[in-house]
């Protein structure tokens, strides 16, 4: 279904992509642990979604990692400033020019990545999974996919430019079929699972935690079906914030199992 013709009061947070919540200008050059406690802000981007940062009705500020980083703030002793930002091939780039200090979403840790940035110490362990809506869900007009043979034939919506576009291009590569993709532009993960539970999309494909934790809202989604194995996930910094590294896998290692069930 294109784009245009979905209805924009089922995913009344899609203009969260483009959300700043920036006070500051930032600088040119990547910051180190001492530089950032002299300023006395942490500059940290972060998508929009429940396992990110996240607005609720009464203007709320929570998601699970946004949590996180307040508490680490506090530790540290400074204060956070956010910036949301969708495109993560984006939030890399602005982190090596040191827009940022800290990028805080689930990044699937890979060689090419590690070119890049450093990795934190594992957030946790996840998975990419097929969202669609269950056998007995209403106005289930498209296949059941029990498995990822059952992939070709059938149109997998995606953000636009999202990592998990290039696992479905290798896994086409591996059934020896074709999987058609569609990117959309503009919306997240979140946006496009609503979409499917709503019935106007069929089929999209994300981490399983975010997957599950949107699953708590709608009883009609499923996401039973892998696509890949479970993979390390971690935050990023610049390569050269040594100290700041350091002291953010300290953090990790003692406090994550509180927020991820990593057992």
Same mark, same amino acid.
């Given at each position: 279904m294109?784009?245009s @013709?979905?209805?924009?009061?089922?995913?009344?947070?899609?203009?969260?992509?483009?959300?700043?919540l920036? !006070?500051?200008?930032c600088?040119?050059?990547?910051?180190?642990? #001492?530089?950032?406690?002299?300023?006395?802000v942490?500059?940290v981007? &972060?998508?929009?979604?429940?396992?990110g940062?996240? /607005?609720?009705?009464?203007?709320?500020i929570?998601?699970l990692?946004?949590?996180?980083?307040? !508490?680490?703030?506090?530790e540290?002793?400074?204060e956070?400033?956010?910036?949301?930002?969708?495109?993560l091939?984006?939030?890399?780039?602005?982190?090596?020019?040191?827009?940022?200090?800290?990028l805080? /979403?689930?990044?699937?840790?890979?060689?090419e990545?590690?070119?890049?940035?450093?990795?934190?110490?594992?957030?946790c362990?996840? /998975?990419?999974v097929? =969202?669609?809506?269950?056998k007995?869900?209403?106005?289930?007009?498209?296949?059941?996919?029990?498995?990822?043979?059952?992939l070709?034939?059938?149109c997998?919506?995606m953000? +636009?430019?999202?990592?998990?576009?290039? /696992?479905?291009?290798?896994? #086409?590569?591996e059934?020896g079929?074709?999987?058609?993709?569609?990117?959309?532009?503009?919306?997240?993960s979140?946006?496009?699972?609503?979409?499917v539970? +709503?019935?106007?999309?069929?089929?999209? =494909?994300?981490?399983?935690?975010?997957? +599950?934790?949107?699953?708590?809202?709608?009883?009609?989604?499923?996401? +039973?079906?892998?696509?890949?194995?479970s993979? &390390?996930? #971690?935050?990023?910094?610049?390569?050269?914030s040594?100290?700041?590294?350091?002291?953010?896998?300290?953090?990790?290692? @003692?406090?994550?199992?509180?927020?991820?069930?990593?057992?």
């Amino acid at each position: 279904m294109s784009i245009s @013709k979905l209805s924009i009061k089922h995913v009344s947070l899609a203009v969260a992509a483009t959300l700043s919540l920036l !006070a500051n200008g930032c600088n040119s050059e990547p910051r180190d642990l #001492a530089e950032i406690k002299e300023d006395g802000v942490l500059r940290v981007a &972060m998508n929009y979604n429940p396992l990110g940062y996240y /607005r609720q009705g009464d203007d709320t500020i929570t998601g699970l990692q946004h949590d996180m980083v307040q !508490a680490l703030a506090k530790e540290l002793g400074v204060e956070v400033s956010v910036v949301v930002n969708a495109d993560l091939d984006g939030s890399i780039e602005d982190l090596e020019n040191g827009e940022y200090d800290l990028l805080a /979403r689930l990044i699937p840790v890979t060689k090419e990545l590690k070119e890049k940035v450093q990795f934190t110490n594992p957030i946790c362990l996840d /998975r990419q999974v097929l =969202v669609q809506r269950k056998k007995n869900a209403l106005n289930q007009d498209k296949p059941y996919i029990k498995s990822q043979l059952e992939l070709p034939g059938h149109c997998i919506s995606m953000p +636009k430019n999202s990592p998990y576009i290039s /696992r479905l291009r290798n896994l #086409a590569q591996e059934i020896g079929d074709t999987i058609q993709i569609e990117e959309i532009a503009n919306y997240q993960s979140e946006q496009l699972i609503i979409l499917v539970a +709503k019935g106007d999309l069929d089929y999209t =494909v994300c981490n399983y935690n975010l997957a +599950k934790k949107i699953g708590e809202q709608y009883d009609q989604l499923d996401y +039973k079906t892998a696509i890949s194995f479970s993979q &390390m996930q #971690a935050w990023a910094v610049n390569k050269k914030s040594k100290a700041l590294l350091e002291e953010v896998n300290k953090w990790i290692d @003692k406090n994550t199992d509180k927020y991820f069930n990593n057992k």
